[in-house]
């Protein structure tokens, strides 16, 4: 199949939300997606707070990654992979792994030591996938998340 | 005890990589830091920083630090994630942790984000409750998956 993996444009963004919904939806998760087209559009284009990939197929986006730095204190800048995603439809087609070396290519481009990214420890395969390209999976590391109420509560 | 918290300067980043190279030892990972305070004053500071820090000071002393960054949630737009919070050995349980700790909340406030996050070591339980008590969620069922600098090259060789 023929397609091409490039920097998502503005104009992208509507696909990349979609593909984000999707993702949600897979994880059971549809209403916690609060962030807009117009979100997306600020905060990766005027802001430059994320890079997006896509992989677009004869001029439909079917799947994205989505990366951003972060900043290790042992290792210093690092690149975050926050989603990949492949539309359902177009799974075994070769554009996740296609994305995924785009990844790890802009990592390198950018001359970090690291790049990292969360994956679910009920998903043995990408786990398994993972750990095929020579990526440590973390087993004693857990996130911790505080939101808008919990923050609140930490103010008053 | 008597302690201000504030924004660091870069003039604190060598007492900061101090207070990180003790955190990398309390990890158990003692050769893991190879960042230089030259690293911290050239990313932190400037016209697009990499991080924000704040210290507890103490008589004049650095004893604490935190360091956060925003990251980009695609479902809940930017968040701040506090990277590290260390208090050197001999002064914790005098409230300076739970002072940085507040002041990075004060922080994502200000900042109007929607979420802070971090992590921590499975087996610090005495974290994990505190991080409970003061409204924080620990995910248990969510790995972090790293590939280092020597794994990348040798992937992106590999499938040139």
């Known amino acids: 199949m023929e397609y091409v993996i490039r920097e998502a444009k503005r104009k992208d963004m509507p696909a990349v939300l979609e593909l984000i919904k999707e993702l949600a939806s897979y994880e ?8 807009h087209v117009s979100d997306l559009e600020h905060e990766g284009f005027d802001e430059a707070n994320f890079k997006c990939f896509v992989a677009d197929v004869k001029g439909k986006i079917e799947g994205m990654a989505l990366v951003y730095f972060r900043f290790s204190t042992w290792k210093g800048r690092t690149v975050h992979l926050e989603d990949l995603i492949v539309r359902e439809s ?7 792994g296609a994305l995924y070396k785009r990844v790890v290519k802009y990592g390198h481009e950018n001359s970090v030591r690291r790049v ?14 993972y750990e095929n390209t020579g990526a440590d999976i973390k087993k004693n590391w857990y996130t911790v998340h505080m939101d808008e109420t919990g923050i609140q509560k930490n103010i008053d | 005890m008597e302690f201000t918290i504030r924004k660091a300067s870069q003039e604190d980043m060598t007492a900061v990589l101090e207070l990180i190279q003790e955190l990398a030892e309390f990890e158990k990972e003692p050769d893991a830091v190879i960042i230089s305070a030259e690293d911290l004053k050239r990313d932190g500071f400037g016209e697009n920083p990499s991080f924000t820090c704040f210290v507890a000071e103490a008589a004049g002393k650095i004893e604490g630090m935190a360091l956060c960054y925003f990251r980009y949630s695609t479902w809940k737009g ?3 994630h506090l990277e590290d919070l260390v208090v050197r050995e001999n002064m914790r349980g005098k409230g300076l942790g739970n002072a940085l700790y507040k002041r990075v909340i004060q922080f994502a406030k200000e900042e109007g984000v929607k979420r802070t996050e971090w992590v921590v070591l499975e087996w610090n339980t005495h974290a994990r409750d505190f991080y409970n008590r003061s409204g924080a969620t620990v995910f248990t069922d969510w790995c972090t998956v790293q590939m280092e600098e020597e794994a990348m090259d040798k992937f992106l060789a590999k499938s040139r």
């Open chain 1, 90 to 96: 177009m799974r075994g087609t070769g554009l996740g």
């Open chain 2, 78 to 80: 930017k968040t701040v």
């Open chain 1, 116 to 129: 990292e990214w969360v994956v679910s420890e009920g998903n043995k395969n990408a786990q398994e996938f």
């Open chain 1, 28 to 35: 059971g998760a549809t209403d916690e997606v609060e962030i």
